[in-house]
């Protein structure tokens, strides 16, 4: 009986005849057809979605500031560590309590007044009194930036005195939009902060070294 040869139509990949026997798909011929469209496509949609996720996150910002006293440690901690204490020191705070949980225990939360009055709240994540180290976030109420996380340490800095450093990581608010709108500028907001802990960390030397 003759058998008729195989007749390979335009959906069909290449294949390699011999006595009238089909073999399998070559190797080249998967590379060839079927490998370039699928990379194709997958490359594709890997940097729509890298594209999307870049345009959407908002760069991490940092500022950092510290300041010499005339006074030891403890001293300088009795007034910076005080988790309710902001308005001794921080000139801009004019009224603070506790509205949840107790002071200067991690998980505390803090509502303090600003000069303007405007209100935000605060929850104290860290507490070292012996290495003398605060930490504290944002939880809600008018507040100047996202993903915010300030940390104060006073360190010996011999001969009776401290090195208090206060520094801060965060994103701006509008951290999906690209360009932010105006005054919401990443370098806006690092200036702002420089600005309230240069003058928080002044006034602080003041108090203390001046026995307020």
């Known amino acids: 009986m003759h058998r008729r040869p195989y007749q390979p139509n335009h ?5 390699v005849h011999g006595n009238n026997r089909r073999r399998a798909m070559t190797r080249n011929a998967v590379q060839r057809y079927l490998i370039p469209s699928c990379v194709r ?16 996150e908002a760069n991490e910002l940092k500022v950092s500031e510290s300041i010499r006293i005339n006074a030891p ?17 921080l ?16 998980g505390a939360i803090r509502q ?18 012996v290495n003398f180290r605060i930490a504290y976030t944002y939880v809600d109420g008018t507040v100047m930036a996202s993903d915010y996380f300030p940390v104060l340490t006073v360190k010996d800095a011999g001969d009776g005195t401290s090195l208090v450093e206060w520094s801060a990581h965060f994103k ?39 026995g307020q």
């Open 41 to 56: 496509f997958a490359f594709a949609i890997l940097s729509c979605a890298a594209g999307v996720a870049v345009a959407a």
């Open 73 to 89: 440690p403890a001293a300088v901690w009795s007034v910076a560590g005080d988790f309710n204490g902001l308005p001794r020191w």
């Open 11 to 15: 959906y069909s990949f290449p294949l």
């Open 172 to 210: 701006r608010l509008a951290y999906a939009q690209d360009p932010p709108p105006p005054g919401q500028e990443d370098q806006t907001l690092i200036e702002a902060y420089t600005k309230i802990y240069k003058a928080g960390l002044e006034n602080l030397k003041r108090v203390i070294e001046g």
């Open 91 to 106: 000139s801009n705070i004019v009224e603070s309590k506790i509205v949840l949980g107790e002071n200067n225990k991690v």
């Open 112 to 129: 303090f007044t600003r000069r303007n009055g405007t209100k935000a709240t605060e929850r104290l994540i860290d507490y070292d009194p």
